[in-house]
């Protein structure tokens, strides 16, 4: 296999995470903003659940790859 | 439906989406050396990416869109479509029939058909799935556009275009491989991107709980949600919270309009096994994988998130539903709104019908022709017969007409979307709607030109070139298949529910090919011809069935009983599922008879590795728990457990 699906996914959803927790932080005083997401700093939350995924993501790449290079 | 505005960052995010589906096209290309490699992966793929490729290409306009437009509409007997329709068809597909759809080393499906029986089926299974497959691509490309449209008042024509040229560009550099590479990466993209929605949705309504408690008082009174156009009508309040009671008392007592045998036999066995077991767009991905073992894991592997779906795709539908039906809520399923310029004319025509009495078909009619929006038949009589129409005020009439305007179903996930959506969790989840159309379409293009190049050109109109040719064809193929969806989009933009449509169409073409295949795998004495002419006339013999029949309350035409009005169904989802059941029974009663009757031409050795009794057991390697034959029956009882749980 040339190119292992893995290492764009991670690459990808690590970078979404990044963007919405920056997003999130930078929002984070703003209640007007997230009363829509019932109060919740969702870009916040979300984003660092992306990251740690992105993160496994690669983990997994990384692993698969020691494996059979 | 009220505009949403995107910032800086919803556009950083479809962005970068954009550039990771490129830019693994790019990655790929310098793979895609000969026509084996564009078409079919060069096979060497692992199972689980396979696998989540096999869930994504099925997932278009069909499984977002609609499955939650059909959440709202029908309520959880719409998990039937999963639990009874792909997880038993999606096992069935490990076990039994992919040891014979790659063992026998055919490059598609209709190439199948050619080993088993003989040219004719081939050609006639190609044709009749290319034609398919592009409508397929086209009425979902149509559903993004028209939701981007509505959402973002962004141009229709320019999302139609750009969103083809995206998938154009990926799938003409990387071929198959990459289809199946950006399907995994948007499998992931459409779940994460809408769980959170779901899971805002789903609190803001008080949980679970709440959301059956609302769903009950709107099963005893669904007009008043514009879900029936009868005012008489009433269900059980469990219509929309059970899955199988509602469905015992036949077609009247549940939304769907459907009883028991329509949606085990139509649906269950009909429906899902000739479109998971047969279908190409996504038995190529399972063909696609490095060994047998994985090709045979790939549907399994699929099966675990399908399972779990119907929690992202039809619950928020029933959560739309209960929203509407929660005072405080201010949330409605979305309608097409009346323009003021059009509220005018509509206001004095409503006034001027009151007076004249006129009758409400007619009315009804011309209301629409003057608001440019559907009604509610409902609605409008008690407006017509109300006396109070003619002395209240315009503006409250306003509403009232506004009220009576149909439910656009299609328009709940978006309207929860931005109802949850703060920027940021906007432009993921607007990227995740892109993604799951994406997917959707370029699996369609994949299979199209994968059928085009091998079955119908290679077959018939150049036989004998290089294989430099056929990948050249293949690259054509792509662009052509792209443009066809594009006409077909335009076309599907005269219906309005796609779901609907899609379903009529598979039931056309699926419903007797399960038939042949099924007799064809496991009935040696199967002959070419009766499978030729079984499959041609079940085809014929939807077609019949669908000119003869229609559902209530549609006027005939497009929608049926164009020829004559035999049979009246109780609704469109009844309709199909008829029809297919018929359409199967035709076809799998004519095969075996004819079968009967005529001479078997390919020899018990020519048939091996592609009938079920003539091919040597394989050895089995694997243990016990690893086998697909375990796991699918843990998968069934899986299955099983939810159907009882939701009972």
Same mark, same amino acid.
């Given at each position: 296999m040339g190119l292992d699906i893995r290492f764009p996914i991670g690459m990808m959803f690590t970078l979404l995470g990044l963007i919405l927790l920056a997003t999130g932080f930078f929002t984070s005083g703003d209640a007007a903003m997230y009363q829509q997401s019932l109060g919740l700093n969702v870009n916040l939350w979300w984003g660092g659940f992306l990251l740690l995924f992105g993160g496994v993501m690669w983990g997994f790449a990384i692993l698969g790859k020691n494996k059979n290079p | 439906m009220t505009q949403v505005h995107l910032t800086f960052i919803d556009f950083t995010i479809l962005g970068l989406y954009i550039a990771f589906v490129i830019g693994i096209g790019f990655a790929l290309k310098r793979q895609m050396k000969t026509s084996a490699d564009f078409?079919? @992966? /060069?096979?060497? $793929?692992?199972a689980w990416v396979t696998g989540l490729a096999f869930l994504s290409a099925n997932l278009g306009a069909l499984e977002l869109v609609g499955m939650a437009a059909s959440g709202a509409k029908y /309520? $959880?007997?719409?998990c039937h479509f999963y639990w009874v329709g792909a997880i038993p068809a999606m096992v069935f597909l490990a076990v039994f029939m992919m040891p014979f759809y790659y063992g026998s080393k055919a490059r598609s499906v209709p190439e199948y058909l050619k080993l088993r029986f003989d040219e004719r089926a081939r050609a006639f299974n190609s044709i009749s799935f290319a034609v398919m497959t592009i409508f397929a691509s086209g009425i979902s490309l149509n559903a993004l556009a028209k939701l981007l449209n509505q959402l973002l008042s962004w141009d229709y024509n320019i999302c139609l275009w750009v969103c083809s040229l995206i998938v154009l560009l990926y799938v003409l550099k990387g071929g198959l491989t990459s289809a199946i590479y950006t399907e995994v990466l948007q499998f992931f993209m459409i779940v994460l991107g809408f769980a959170p929605v779901v899971w805002l949705g789903l609190r803001d309504a008080g949980g679970w709980n709440a959301v059956k408690d609302k769903l009950e008082g709107v099963a005893t009174h669904p007009v008043t949600y514009n879900l029936?156009?009868?005012? @008489?009508k009433t269900f059980q309040p469990d219509a929309w919270t059970h899955a199988w009671i509602p469905l015992l008392g036949g077609p009247s007592a549940n939304p769907m309009g459907v009883d028991v045998f329509a949606i085990v036999f139509g649906l269950g066995f009909v429906l899902s096994f000739g479109y998971w077991c047969t279908n190409f767009l996504v038995v190529q991905r399972a063909m696609a994988a490095k060994d047998m073992k994985a090709a045979r894991n790939t549907p399994l592997v699929a099966a675990v998130p399908k399972m779990l779906f119907p929690l992202l795709v039809i619950l928020p539908g029933m959560i739309a539903l209960a929203l509407t039906a929660t005072? /405080?809520?201010?949330?409605?399923?979305p309608q097409a709104i009346i323009t003021q310029a059009h509220m005018t004319p509509a206001l004095g025509a409503i006034k001027q019908l009151a007076t004249s009495g006129a009758d409400l078909t007619t009315a009804s009619k011309a209301l629409s022709v003057v608001a440019g929006v559907s009604f509610n038949d409902a609605k409008i009589s008690e407006l017509l017969k109300s006396p109070e129409t003619l002395s209240s005020s315009d503006q409250q009439l306003a509403i009232r007409l506004q009220d009576a305007v149909v439910n656009d179903y299609d328009g709940v996930i978006l309207s929860l979307v931005k109802r949850y959506c703060p920027t940021g969790m906007l432009g993921l989840a607007l990227t995740a709607l892109l993604a799951s159309f994406m997917s959707g379409m370029a699996g369609n293009v994949t299979a199209f030109n994968t059928v085009w190049t091998y079955d119908l050109y290679q077959a018939y109109i150049a036989p004998n070139k290089s294989d430099d040719h056929y990948a050249w064809m293949g690259r054509v193929v792509t662009v052509a298949g792209i443009l066809l969806s594009i006409a077909a989009a335009y076309f599907a933009s005269m219906w309005t529910n796609a779901m609907d449509i899609i379903q009529l169409v598979f039931g056309f073409v699926n419903a007797p090919l399960f038939a042949t295949f099924l007799l064809g795998m496991f009935w040696s004495r199967t002959t070419a011809t009766g499978a030729f002419i079984g499959l041609v006339s079940g085809t014929a013999a939807s077609a019949l069935f669908h000119a003869c029949s229609i559902s209530q309350g549609n006027i005939p035409g497009v929608k049926g009983a164009y020829l004559a009005k035999l049979v009246v169904l109780p609704s469109d989802m009844a309709q199909n599922f008829w029809l297919a059941s018929f359409a199967f029974t035709v076809c799998f009663v004519l095969t075996v008879v004819i079968s009967l009757a005529t001479k078997r031409v390919k020899s018990d050795e020519e048939l091996k590795g592609l009938v079920y009794s003539l091919t040597p057991k394989p050895k089995v390697d694997q243990a016990w728990y690893a086998r697909p034959e375990f796991i699918g029956i843990v998968l069934l009882i899986v299955c099983v457990y939810f159907n009882y749980l939701f009972w």
């Open positions: - | 078409f079919l @992966s /060069g096979r060497n $793929i692992p /309520g $959880i007997a719409t029936v156009s009868d005012s @008489s005072a /405080g809520k201010e949330y409605r399923l």
